[in-house]
């Protein structure tokens, strides 16, 4: 399989998600779209994350749409008490959850408090509710699941490993953890991070080793 074919796969891994400073507004307008007819509304900080649990989801046979569960990316997490606000009081609201990255979890759990969605103190309080942290973030989550050399290869599968040696050559990041240069190369722009998200956890599921946060946020959306 030649580059061109790899990078015809890797846009095809995309279909329906579009990139650039528009992808958050449109993902999150889609998403709220669907919330009125919701029973479960899953808070997650912007479209990478809702990409990562549809598929996880999907690879866990799960439906979504079925199952009235809609995952809303916010557009970062300082919009999680604006967006839990305008979910309403407490005794009017659809069942929550949510999603977010390590340094974003005391900003979550400020804003539950505050919009009382539960009390929690403390992490395990927090996922009592529902919501799950990553550490340090999805991506590392991901590559930690997948391992170096995995992620090396679905990068050389997707015609991106040229593009990742260039990195890893640059002076700030030469002789740096190859974890580290990764996840420097999957934010590096913003289709890359869609799409990786996809791929990554599909990669994943193939290897029964789906994050933690990822797998037991899906099964509290599956309690009744």
Sequence with gaps: MDVTQRRELARRALDGYVSGPAAPILAMERALAKVGDAVTVVL????????ALETAAVGRGR???AERAVIVPIGGAHAIGRFLAGLG???TRVRLAGLCDLHEEEIFRRAMVANNVGSPRTRVDMERLGFYVCVKDLEDELIRAVGAPGVEALFDSQGDLGSFRSLQSQPVWRGREPEAQMRRFLSSGSRRKLRYARLLVEAAIGRDALPRPLDALLSAVGRG
């Excluded at 997650?44 to 990409?51: F, K, R, T």
């Design 63 to 65: 439906d979504l749409e």
């Design 89 to 91: 009081p407490p005794d």
């Design 44 to 51: 997650v900080e912007g479209p990478s994350d809702q990409i």
